[in-house]
């Protein structure tokens, strides 16, 4: 009998793999989409223009996607459970330090550098382990996982919001922080793969693979294909982080207050959810190929960030917030698992650390650029305008990607015809 330790389980504990990674992408990706409610009370507290309270998010947003090949290398070199550990304690650790209300450089450091790296070393060994251990059902799988990070959005807007109001925004980040503790024990789920395999084949030494030690493969940067993917990641990073930070201000700046900006952003997780799953059910269903798929999604999230800002009321906002989510979530649910496509399962880990490294230039310099647009014309709506010109232009990027891979299989394709 064929052991199963030589190809992805698809299924068995894999899914339990899938409910961890569940719990992680909610502390932390969740954490990550409620910044904007400490935006205004930070901004406040230290007397500061909008671009420059923008920076604790920035950095928060610039560490998660700069560690993606750190995360990536220790991924490779020990194993996701480890590396999910080291991220749990970061993330406490930066919002305990964030507590201590010492200085707003201080918010850069903790707030900002320590939680966006802890984030970083939980997020990328999670995803990497999902997409490991799952082939057919793989868009399905990913969207599971990736959909802890809405349900725990859905959640966190309104808790955020009391735990500010009952404990300030100080305690309320020490809160917080003891929450992402419980990263360690998502950890504690994460059987390497390896071990699984061992198991599968009974002690077998010939059933198992090789024992040779993966290594980051830098030199899938000569692809062209991830090179455009790159790019295609920067400025959709630019354009992903500015809707969630900016948006509860902007309906505080028409009147709406007290619990509805919450409600919207937890309206918005609902739909979010809704779309990663039937993204994620689309792209197993294969009417269209991810390539194709991504970035007709992406010019629909473009177009629907320019109309956001023609809402004059509750009830219009909720409306475009409700589209924004939906489609946000069908970019997020494919736009991981089409590196698979581009550069197999094997160059995966290192195609994503490059992916999430590079993805940095447009998170880190987005909030900061739509900050300043706000101070520039004394209106939040430009900040959406921005984020909608960065989506659609995003979506050029991916289809010169498949432009290039399907020429590419058209090639190989002809070179294995026989001749003669």
């Known amino acids: 009998m064929k052991p199963r330790g030589r190809g992805p389980p698809d299924g068995g504990y894999g899914w339990v793999v899938v409910a961890s990674a569940f719990l992680v992408m909610?502390?932390?990706?969740?954490?990550?989409?409620?910044?904007?409610?400490?935006?205004?009370?930070?901004?406040?507290?230290?007397?500061?223009?909008?671009?420059?309270?923008?920076?604790?998010?920035?950095?928060?947003?610039?560490?998660?996607?700069?560690?993606?090949?750190?995360?990536?290398?220790?991924?490779?070199?020990?194993?996701?459970?480890?590396?999910?550990?080291?991220?749990?304690?970061l993330c406490t650790l930066g919002m305990l330090l964030a507590s201590l209300d010492l200085s707003l450089p201080w918010l850069y450091f903790s707030m900002g550098f320590l939680q966006g790296t802890g984030i970083s070393l939980s997020w990328i060994p999670a995803i990497s382990m999902v997409n490991h251990y799952f082939l057919r059902w793989r868009p399905i799988a990913y969207a599971v996982a990736s959909s802890g990070e809405c349900?725990?959005?859905?959640?966190?807007s309104p808790l955020f919001k009391w735990l500010i109001e009952t404990y300030s925004w100080q305690g309320a980040l020490l809160i917080i922080g003891g929450l992402q503790l419980n990263l360690c024990v998502c950890a504690a789920l994460m059987r390497p793969l390896e071990s699984a395999a061992q198991k599968n084949s009974k002690g077998s030494a010939e059933a198992l693979p090789s024992k040779r030690k993966p290594t980051f493969q830098c030199s899938l940067l000569k692809k062209?294909?991830?090179?455009?993917?790159?790019?295609?990641?920067?400025?959709?990073?630019?354009?992903?982080?500015?809707?969630?930070?900016?948006?509860?201000?902007?309906?505080?700046?028409?009147?709406?207050?007290?619990?509805?900006?919450?409600?919207?952003?937890?309206?918005?997780?609902?739909?979010?959810?809704?779309?990663r799953l039937f993204c994620g059910w689309l792209a197993k269903m294969r009417f269209l190929r991810n390539l194709q798929l991504l970035p007709t999604v992406a010019i629909l999230l473009g177009i629907v960030l320019l109309?956001?800002?023609?809402?004059?009321?509750?009830?219009?906002?909720?409306?475009?917030?409700?589209?924004?989510?939906?489609?946000?979530?069908?970019?997020?649910?494919?736009?991981?698992?089409?590196?698979?496509?581009?550069v197999s399962l094997e160059g995966f880990d290192s195609g994503l650390g490059l992916f999430m490294l590079f993805r940095s230039i447009g998170g880190f310099t987005g909030p900061p650029a739509g900050g300043w647009l706000v101070d520039l014309t004394n209106d939040f709506r430009s900040a959406f305008y921005f984020s909608g010109f960065c989506l659609i232009t995003s979506a050029v990027f991916v289809v010169l990607v498949d432009r290039l891979v399907q020429t590419n299989k058209s090639a190989e394709a002809s070179d294995d015809q026989p001749t003669g």
Request: glycine share 8%; aromatic share 16%.
């Open 224 to 275: 062209p294909e991830l090179l455009l993917y790159i790019l295609f990641a920067i400025f959709a990073a630019a354009g992903f982080f500015i809707p969630t930070l900016f948006l509860v201000p902007f309906a505080n700046s028409l009147g709406i207050d007290q619990y509805w900006p919450a409600f919207i952003l937890s309206v918005i997780a609902v739909a979010d959810l809704l779309g």
């Open 307 to 342: 109309l956001l800002p023609v809402s004059s009321n509750y009830w219009s906002i909720l409306v475009f917030a409700s589209l924004y989510g939906f489609l946000f979530g069908c970019v997020v649910s494919i736009h991981v698992t089409t590196i698979v496509d581009i």
């Open 151 to 156: 349900v725990f959005a859905i959640c966190f």
């Open 26 to 89: 909610g502390l932390t990706g969740a954490v990550l989409k409620n910044f904007g409610h400490f935006f205004l009370e930070i901004q406040n507290h230290f007397g500061v223009s909008t671009s420059t309270t923008s920076w604790v998010s920035s950095i928060t947003i610039a560490m998660f996607h700069i560690g993606g090949p750190v995360a990536s290398a220790l991924t490779l070199q020990f194993s996701q459970r480890v590396v999910i550990i080291l991220g749990g304690l």
